[in-house]
């Protein structure tokens, strides 16, 4: 199998934007309208909510709208206000060292994902791997600050919005771990998800939302699938949630373990999924140093690397028969 990854640099929402929505949006309307959800937003209702919850995004959100075409389906789905659910697998995990270093590997289905790594100045410059469109599986801004989430591993869901959004949102307001954490602590989301957020101070956090309880914020270096103990059993064994958990608190705990090390870990099993077929095959690898301001994606024998002084437009096709051969020959090797 075959996927392409395309960085497109765009200031401003305009025609670049536009060809993405153009390209995915068939997709995306037929996730978002079927079935018919009788309990779906009114669009009057999801632009209250960003109203009310992000303000700073009206603005960017109102020129989307136009740009999609300004008809009300599009218009609710990029309100990303009370989305149908979905999931994902992941972990992420962060270490200190000549700079403070957030690594995670994007674990879900290859038909599920835009490949898009948009860099933006809405708010404040960022670097961002996209999704819905305008949201943010994972990203940093020019202040070094870099996020990324991970299913919680629940099935409660809920009044609040898609994550993907919620982290678009910590990168254009915040400069901190701190004010990225009160922020997520506020935001009222749809799902169960595990948020980790470092910044070029060394200072970390994930703090772990819910649709049906307070979200906490923990001093936690390392996340998966599940929130203290996994509750919803068949998804935790599916994606061996327990076993990456452990063999990343197990890693880390290593002396003179740094950040060379700890990509190396990612680009191969147990972190590192096959899995593509159940949905759960890891899709890529991103690295942000959050001193550097920088942004790497990789995959077993390639990389991207970009930056906000060196950011240049390019597309990598990753061959997936090859990298996972790649990958399974580094765990042997190991």
């Not at 994902?113 to 961002?128: F, L, N, Q, S, Y």
């Not at 994606?239 to 990612?266: G, H, I, M, W």
Request: hydrophobic fraction near 40%; glycine fraction near 6%; charged fraction near 20%.
């Amino acid at each position: 199998m075959d996927l392409p990854f395309d960085a497109i640099e765009e200031d401003q929402p305009g025609p670049k934007w536009q060809q993405l929505f153009e390209r995915h949006w068939p997709a995306y309307e037929r996730w978002f309208t079927t079935p018919p959800r009788l309990d779906a937003p009114y669009y009057l209702t999801c632009l209250r909510a960003l109203r009310q919850h992000m303000p700073e995004l009206v603005p960017t959100y109102e020129t989307l709208v136009e740009l999609a075409g300004g008809g009300d389906t599009a218009a609710r789905f990029l309100s990303m206000y009370n989305p149908p659910p979905y999931l994902t697998a992941c972990s992420q995990a962060v270490v200190n060292g000549v700079e403070p270093v957030l690594v995670r590997n994007y674990d879900y289905s290859p038909k599920l994902i835009e490949g898009a790594i948009v860099k933006t100045a809405w708010c404040r410059p960022v670097i961002a791997m996209s999704d819905c469109l305008w949201g943010v599986l994972d990203g940093i801004n020019e202040d070094g600050l870099a996020v990324s989430l991970s299913f919680g591993g629940r099935r409660a869901v809920g009044q609040g919005f898609g994550v993907p959004l919620v982290l678009r949102y910590v990168l254009e307001v915040c400069s901190s771990t701190q004010q990225a954490a009160e922020v997520l602590m506020r935001i009222p989301v749809h799902m169960s998800y595990n948020v980790t957020v470092a910044d070029s101070a060394g200072r970390y956090v994930t703090v772990y939302l819910a649709p049906d309880r307070p979200p906490q914020a923990r001093p936690d270096a390392v996340s998966t699938n599940h929130q203290d103990e996994p509750e919803w059993r068949e998804h935790a064994r599916a994606t061996s949630t327990l076993e990456r958990e452990d063999y990343l608190l197990k890693r880390l705990a290593q002396p003179n373990f740094d950040a060379v090390a700890l990509v190396e870990s990612f680009l191969r099993p147990p972190l590192y999924s096959t899995a593509l077929e159940q949905g759960f095959g890891t899709l890529y690898t991103a690295v942000y140093g959050t001193r550097s301001r920088s942004a790497e994606y990789r995959w077993p024998g390639m990389r991207l690397r970009q930056s906000f002084d060196d950011f240049h437009e390019a597309q990598v096709t990753v061959r997936f028969d090859r990298v996972h051969a790649l990958a399974h020959a580094k765990r042997r090797a190991h």
